[in-house]
């Protein structure tokens, strides 16, 4: 298959310009008689929606919580990047572009990270109208504080609860057009299944989460905005909810799923206290703008921390990467705090843990200026560890987080199946083997509110215009598969319940396929998947019924999907003999213990084509050209 990712030609600074230009246009009038579903209103299906009814179209949104409110991404602490250079730091747009590309270990697409940053500063404007209570400096302006990968000050925050104050935003827009008649909301329905229609994607499956009933909703094109699928480690800092199944659905049904195996660890979480423990905790990375990281000198130093001088503490990340400090791209601190706990420096009862201590800081502000600042993360810390972090150092280790890989898409956000098109953390076109901080939330909203509105158009010019109906046999024949899969789950009536099957299965990604990876690891863990997978559809535990409201159920059918596409991260790992950003093969590492490219043969993103279930998937691959940055062996010293 060839891959063509639709980029347009011409200087990088005005492809996105041109593009737009040259797409095709719907009329207003003809808006109205397109019908587009939306599934998933965090901040990229939330945009999304909103600014297509908007446009005129009209949407039928779907989530499975409540309410759009309750998205994964009202978790979102840290802030949103935008290169607006209020600083006066020497930002730009090209220097987001590039801290973007090389962050992510240059294995994205330079275009789409270009056109990224050049809505980054749209994004604030839109949301700074919306209302969105961005912190200020004294003078009024917006305030700015760093984020790791970056020598400026770009990232804009409302206190540690960025995500949610943007999702109020995005929610307002989305209610004003549902009360408008614009937007039809559909809360607590699970898509199931994708309907196909000659080769195009032309509706979706879902299932009422209260009644239990199945869906059919047909629409002249599919978006898929439903998250990262981080879980698939059962212990992560996503949402419980967080979950693969849509998109396995598209890849099921043909759509290609794009280097499932780069996965981000983020260096500063709540340490892992228990085996019964289903969540894990984020202390934003902001905090790294003044915490510092460090361990004792000496192995086995079990020592509390006040009783060790300055003299005999690591501050590991300051004293190797000079330049950049506590503030190196994660999938570098991550790996750091990794190498220190296995030399026998952790701290803590387990010796899984570093400390962020924030001693240094408040002696020079003072507590007051540290609790504006963090004041909420510290609170969260103590509620969950009883220690209080204005005394004593944190004590952080690192935690699965966000997922780069995703759905292929093209330019414009189109997989490869005609009409469907994947935004935000759902699709893997961005951040390549890497994200930087506070880069999500500026994707999934410059996908929702400034990208999709624009490309979908070029595709809906050329449709015709509700031709689809839900009693089409597409519809009949895919809503009877769903209903058999859920009959097979019910009828199981194993020993072993679904979580448990869950937390094995993100044992194994974590232990072979998670921080650090190795051949044999993986190899192993093919297999161990393969017989888990085996065990789980002979021997698992749904209990209830399909016709009500069954959280089992659910769960069920999502850790179904993770224990396939589990398998399919590993082969994406195997594939690629390489390290870069978060995929770190143990074999392929510089003297330094860096990540080591190699960009003669993996210079590409690796899409994945399913053929069928137990068979392997078939390779694709799209090349990617730097024409803008240097191709370099990333540095933060
Ligand atoms: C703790 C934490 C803190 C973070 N902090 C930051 C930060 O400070 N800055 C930053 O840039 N990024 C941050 N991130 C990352 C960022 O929050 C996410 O990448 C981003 O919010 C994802 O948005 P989204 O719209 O793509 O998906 P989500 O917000 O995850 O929304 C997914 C939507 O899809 C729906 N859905 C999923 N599956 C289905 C299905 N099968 N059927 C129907 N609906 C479905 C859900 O109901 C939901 O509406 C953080 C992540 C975490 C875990």
Redesign the pocket.
Known sequence: MLLDGKVPGGPIAGKWDRHRFELKLVNPANKRKFNIIV????????AAAATLAELGYCVKA????DT?R????????????AAKNYPNDGDSIHRLFYDTVKGGDFRAREANVHRLAECSNLIIDHCVAQGIPFARDYGGLLANRSFGGAQVSRTF?ARGQ??QQL?LGAYSSLSRQIADGKVEMYPR????DLVMVNGHAKGII?RNLITGELESHAADAVVL????Y?NVFFL????M???V??NF?AYRKGALFANPCFTQIHPTCIPVHGTYQSKL??M???LRNDGRVWVPQNPGDKRPPHQIPEGERDYYLESKYPSFGNLVPRDVASRNAKEQCDAGKGVGDTGLAVYLDFGDAIKRDGEDVIRKKYGNLFQMYEKITADNPYQTPMMIYPAV??TMGGMWVDYNLMSNIPGLFV????NFSDHGANRL????????LAD?YFVLPYTIGGYLAGAEKGSISANDTAFVETEKNVQARIDKLLSINGKRTVDDFHRQLGLIMWDYCGMARNNAGLEKARTMIRDLRGEFWENVLVPGGGKDFNQSLEKAGRVADFLEFGELMVIDALARQESCGGHFNEGFQTDENEAQRDDDNFCHVAAWQYQGEGQDPEFHKEELKFENVKLTQRSYK
């Open positions: 599934v998933g209103t965090g901040l990229g299906g939330g779907f989530c499975f919580q759009p309750r998205a994964h991404s009202i978790a979102a602490q840290g802030g949103i990047n925050y960025t995500g999702l329905r699970e898509m199931l879902v905005a439903t998250g990262g981080g992560s800092t996503n949402a909810g967080s979950n199944s849509a659905a905790t984020l934003s990375e902001s987080h966000y935004l935000g953390e759902a901080g506070a880069s999500a939330l500026m994707q999934g929702g």
